[in-house]
């Protein structure tokens, strides 16, 4: 209790949009982009990876108790395969996919366990895949090309560790580090492929490049699958990572066309330095942020919306929230600390840091209608993706956590 006690004194600073003046409620209405038919096809093939099992769904109940509400369960991505991190289910099943149809074109009709045993290698190695990360993106885009057999490019910009970049180079990706922030990089991407006849692989959507982005949100609703499933009684609020908005969307998609009538007050939380969801919200369209996008959350620090996740998230996210990087560690040292020890990276804490701000103001409480009767749901994206900054943040590494839950 006294590293929660201790996380209720922090002078972080939250903000929050309500969004009410432009929520539409009703059926989902957006299965062009995410649907619940190409969750069940994204389903089959990832479900067939070897190692695939889903992730664990803690309740977090003395932090429930402290925050009087009812409920609070975090899923947690940290065994996500080898990767640590959601983003495996999204760049590598667009990996796949892209390689499927590309057989397709050869009169081949292959699926992810023919390009795994390497039937097609002949070809697919004639494939390279392309995209701008800020890490975890970069890595399941690298680990799917490693997999399925074809080659690989990375683009990351000046911010992301060294860490991180070894994470993805180990799978037999070429990584480059470019000047500018995470947008930058996506623009080099973009062009690199282009006149190179690679096949972006990108986890946003802008314009002129819709279609794989839909795959790689698809991915994701696996996890949103895994989570309905393990819960008894459905989430009053749900509490989001921000960065491009796909995760957010793939969250809000799958929730809405499953149960539209019981849809719960869905939050997008934002590093402040990088909103721009945020601003979009507030100002009703889609709103570049400028700068470097310095934030701890590195996995959050995008200046530019999924033009996709957009069209999902403008009329169906309850409020925008922004958060700055004082209660980032705080967050994950408190996860840490449960009696069942839970390893989360910055990025991944981003949702819960939010609720936990929002919870220990009145005035939020009220606007967010949260009481004693709310069931919180978050989801921790990433373990410690990058070890060394996890071990700074917490003040012990992640292996030392474990073994000492194990004494």
Request: charged letters at 20%; one cysteine or more.
């Amino acid at each position: 209790m006294e590293v929660i006690s201790n996380f209720s004194k922090l002078s972080a600073t939250v903000e929050c949009f309500s969004n009410k003046d432009n929520i539409k409620v009703g059926e989902y209405s957006n299965q062009d982009i995410l649907s619940l038919d190409n969750f069940n096809k994204a389903k089959i093939e990832i479900e067939s990876w070897d190692g695939y099992k889903p992730t664990t769904l803690h309740s977090l109940k003395d932090i429930a108790i402290y925050n009087n509400v009812e409920e609070i369960l975090y899923k947690d991505e940290y065994s996500r395969f080898s990767l640590k991190s959601f983003k495996a289910l999204g760049g590598a099943y667009a990996v796949s996919k892209l390689l499927i149809e590309e057989l397709k074109k050869n009169e081949i009709d292959a699926n992810s366990d023919d390009l795994i045993s390497g039937r097609y290698a002949g070809i697919t190695a004639k494939i390279t895949v392309c995209c701008a990360t800020d890490g975890n993106h970069g890595r399941s885009v690298a680990w799917g090309s490693k997999m399925f057999g074809c080659g690989c490019e990375i683009y990351i910009h000046k911010n992301v560790s060294i860490a991180r970049e070894k994470a993805i180079a180990k799978f037999g990706a070429n990584v480059h580090r470019i000047d500018g922030n995470y947008d930058d990089s996506v623009h080099i991407a973009a062009k690199v492929s282009a006149d190179n006849n690679y096949f972006v692989v990108s986890d946003t959507s802008y314009e002129g490049y819709t279609e794989i982005p839909k795959s790689v949100m698809q991915g994701y609703t696996i996890m949103v699958d895994e989570a309905i499933n393990q819960i008894n009684k459905f989430p009053t609020h749900v509490f989001l990572q921000g960065g491009v908005g796909g995760l957010a969307a793939a969250v809000v998609s799958y929730f809405i066309e499953y149960d539209h009538i019981n849809t719960p007050i869905f939050v997008v939380v934002e590093p402040s330095n990088a909103d721009c969801l945020f601003q979009s919200a507030k100002s009703g369209i889609p709103t570049i942020i400028e700068g470097d996008l310095e934030t701890v959350m590195a996995g959050l620090a995008c200046g530019e919306v999924s033009l996709l996740a957009w069209e999902i998230l403008k009329n169906r996210v309850n409020h925008f929230m922004v958060i700055d990087d004082l209660s980032v560690a705080p967050t994950m040292q408190l996860l840490a600390s449960s009696s069942t020890p839970i390893i989360s990276g910055e990025s991944a804490v981003a949702g819960l840091s939010g609720f936990l701000l929002a919870a220990k103001n009145d005035s939020l409480r009220e606007e967010l209608n949260i009481d004693s009767n709310s069931r919180i749901l978050c989801f921790g994206t990433e373990g410690d993706t990058d070890e060394e900054a996890y071990t700074v943040a917490v003040g012990k590494s992640s292996q030392d956590i474990i073994d000492s839950a194990n004494n």
